[in-house]
């Protein structure tokens, strides 16, 4: 779904997918920390849901299983195919804590604005950084290579509307070709999304199915393969609600060309936890021996509900040693079945101070692979 920002010069957003769940509410008790903030109009329309992705279509998936042909087997370690400096990213305890921040100008000054006004809020610097391309979007911008050099873990999402029919003909081998050879000047590790939520119905006129999806995976793999930008570290990642009918898992590229597994994933209210609607993605993932990455998380309701969902989502983290990154969708706008969604921990005091509390956590200090954590501690990526 396309995001409709103020001042959206480009077409730079990600699309949003509210999981869904069916859980009871679980209590979450001792919370001492939160101050209940300002309330306000917070109400996100859950973009997930069947109604409004189309996820009315019979399942496409079976299960857990990956994709036909695909291996099934995990991987022997977590950093599993990681190529070269990418494999350092992957931290061997503890994950990264950070944000897609929404700019007022959608220009790499704005981004990087957005990203030190949003660490001011919060006191304190985020490790991991996320940011989105269309297709045909030149890459690195500034902002990203800003964020590379300033020891932030770069996300970075290359979205759009690629054609992956095209793609895997060779259509556009030039412009792959490019961004590759862009990406490995870089001389610095980053973190690639193709195509986030592949699995959504509403994008099947451009990603024609798994099988084409795949092929074009595996087409484009090939070209940074050719071109030596092992800096990359590949992360797929589909909506999180794709894996409770079984649409995502067949997407899957399969272990040998996956570093990270990744899910989109939303609740449409404090009600039902991140631990509840990440469940059936969490299980998935837990059979292919990848890190796992939250690509986008939030949650929608009231504000006064969302210290102590977050709370509890860095709870979450703290008990599932397989996730090694999470990044908050800190953005307002309107989804592409044209719906509002609202996410903006922004004038939401207790909210911020919460996510301000959970980036002091040991969990979330895992520092640069190699380098001293903010505890001073050396910390050691797994071998590749």
Not at 54 to 77: E, L, M, N
Not at 224 to 234: I, K, L, P, T, Y
Not at 259 to 282: H, I, K, T
């Amino acid at each position: 779904m396309t995001h409709r920002g103020t001042g959206a010069a480009r077409s730079r957003l990600p699309a949003l997918t509210v999981a869904g769940a069916v859980l009871t509410v679980a209590v979450l008790a001792a919370v001492g920390f939160i101050l209940h903030g300002t309330s306000g109009s917070g109400s996100a329309s859950p973009s997930g849901f069947s109604s409004a992705d189309g996820s009315q279509h019979p399942p496409s998936g079976h299960g857990s299983d990956p994709a036909p042909g695909r291996s099934p087997s995990p991987s022997p370690s977590p950093s599993g195919a990681a190529a070269g400096s990418a494999a350092r990213l992957i931290p061997a305890a503890g994950a990264y804590l950070g944000a897609y921040v929404q700019p007022a100008e959608y220009t790499p000054g704005g981004e990087i604005s957005a990203v030190s006004a949003f660490e001011r809020s919060i006191g304190g610097p985020i490790q991991l950084v996320h940011t989105y391309h269309a297709w045909d979007d030149p890459f690195p911008d500034y902002a990203d290579r800003y964020f590379v050099r300033t020891g932030k873990v770069l996300l970075l999402t290359w979205g759009g509307n690629p054609d992956t029919k095209r793609i895997a003909a060779g259509g556009d081998d030039a412009l792959i070709r490019a961004r590759a050879e862009a990406i490995k000047r870089l001389h610095r590790p980053v973190l690639l999304e193709f195509r986030h939520e592949m699995d959504r119905p509403n994008l099947q006129w451009t990603i024609h199915g798994p099988r084409n999806y795949i092929a074009a995976w595996d087409h484009i793999r090939a070209i940074f393969r050719q071109a030596g930008a092992d800096n990359v570290g590949w992360v797929w990642c589909p909506t999180g609600y794709g894996f409770n009918d079984g649409r995502a898992q067949p997407f899957y590229p399969g272990n040998n060309e996956v570093d990270w597994v990744c899910a989109d994933v939303y609740a449409p209210s404090a009600r039902q936890s991140l631990q509840q609607v990440a469940a059936p993605f969490l299980r998935w993932a837990r059979h292919t021996g990848k890190p796992v990455m939250i690509g986008e998380f939030g949650v929608g309701g009231s504000p006064v509900d969302w210290p102590i969902w977050l709370l509890a989502a860095g709870e979450l983290v703290k008990t599932d040693h397989q996730i090694k990154g999470i990044a908050y969708f800190d953005a307002n706008g309107t989804d592409s079945n044209g719906r509002t969604f609202q996410y903006w921990l922004g004038g939401e005091t207790s909210a911020l101070r919460m996510f301000a509390k959970l980036r002091s956590w040991p969990t979330f200090q895992p520092g640069q692979p190699g380098q001293p954590n903010q505890q001073g501690q050396p910390t050691r990526a797994a071998a590749p």
